[in-house]
């Protein structure tokens, strides 16, 4: 594995970017006039676009077999630690027996997508990765966990701090 060549910080996250990554992260503070933007990572094995959708279809539709996606959406602190977010912690030793052709939010022929719920920090948040092939989730598997690696969630309070 390669060690990161950069990190991105934001109030809510840290993040070691692992060469040949694009890491994006948007939503990361309140939105304006008093309104709640959610925070969404979106990161890739490849070049991001500009804009993208939460879920990265657009994106995901374009992969090759040797490409993975990471999305990480942050849902606010309602509810945090019980029920579907009741997983406490991100989930960073995925297994590649976990990703499933019928798991991805539009299923692609040949690809696999594995999603999980969680809470940490006190806020609730969702992972959705994957991979631009289901035969080489193996081989792919690995650098979504060392991408998983990198990622640091910031404590509630720090997030708030920086708030203005």
């Not at 692992?18 to 925070?39: C, E, F, L, M, Q």
């Not at 309602?78 to 579907?84: E, I, R, S």
Request: positive net charge; glycine residues 10%; hydrophobic residues 45%.
């Amino acid at each position: 594995m390669s060690p990161a060549h950069n990190t991105v910080r934001t109030l809510q996250f840290d993040v070691a970017v692992p060469n040949g990554w694009d890491v994006r992260i948007k939503g990361s503070a309140p939105g304006t006039s008093g309104s709640v933007d959610y925070p969404v990572v979106h990161a890739a094995n490849f070049a991001l676009s500009a804009t993208r959708e939460d879920f990265g279809g657009e994106l995901v539709a374009r992969m090759t077999g040797r490409q993975v996606f990471v999305a990480l959406l942050g849902y606010g602190s309602d509810g945090a630690g019980h029920g579907l977010f009741a997983p406490s912690d991100l989930p960073r030793a995925l297994q590649p027996d976990w990703f499933d052709p019928l798991a991805m939010q539009r299923p692609i022929a040949g690809m696999a997508g594995v999603q999980r719920f969680f809470s940490a920090e006190g806020r609730k948040f969702c992972l959705y990765a994957v991979l631009g092939s289901y035969a080489r989730r193996a081989v792919l598997v690995p650098a979504v966990n060392q991408f998983l690696a990198g990622v640091t969630i910031q404590p509630a309070a720090s997030a708030a701090q920086g708030a203005p």
